[in-house]
């Protein structure tokens, strides 16, 4: 496994949401690290350690994964698309863009 990315809606669940993951990957040998959260208090639970960040109000402030870009002070998601300006498009143009 290579990344997840998951929420909770309160504290304590997202607290055992983190002992749960670190006890599967344990399990199997692995180790639960460079985690996120915008949540101060989990990011200074007993469990957290090798954290991706420390809690920061820095707007800028994100963290990639799955190709997706998240900002925790926002709590919000972004991704990048580049498309090509042109005047005109066929129809197969438009289909290799948007199939993908």
Same mark, same amino acid.
């Given at each position: 496994?290579?990344?997840? *990315? @998951?929420?909770?809606?309160?504290? &304590?669940?997202?607290? +055992?949401? +983190? /002992?749960?993951?670190?006890?599967?990957? +344990?399990?199997?040998?692995?180790?639960?690290?460079?985690?996120?959260?915008?949540?101060?208090?989990?990011?200074?639970?007993?469990? /957290?350690?090798? $954290? &991706?960040?420390?809690?920061?109000?820095?707007?800028?402030?994100? $963290?990639?994964?799955?190709?997706?870009?998240?900002?925790?002070?926002?709590?919000?998601?972004?991704?990048? *698309?580049?498309? @090509?300006?042109?005047?005109?498009?066929?129809?197969?143009? *438009?289909?290799? *863009?948007?199939?993908?």
């Amino acid at each position: 496994m290579d990344d997840i *990315v @998951s929420g909770a809606p309160d504290l &304590e669940t997202a607290q +055992q949401l +983190q /002992s749960q993951l670190k006890d599967a990957l +344990q399990s199997c040998g692995m180790n639960l690290h460079k985690w996120s959260s915008n949540s101060p208090e989990l990011l200074n639970s007993s469990l /957290s350690s090798d $954290v &991706e960040h420390s809690f920061s109000t820095d707007i800028d402030l994100s $963290v990639k994964t799955l190709g997706i870009s998240w900002k925790p002070f926002e709590d919000c998601f972004m991704f990048k *698309v580049s498309v @090509s300006a042109k005047h005109i498009y066929t129809k197969r143009e *438009v289909l290799s *863009v948007i199939v993908c």
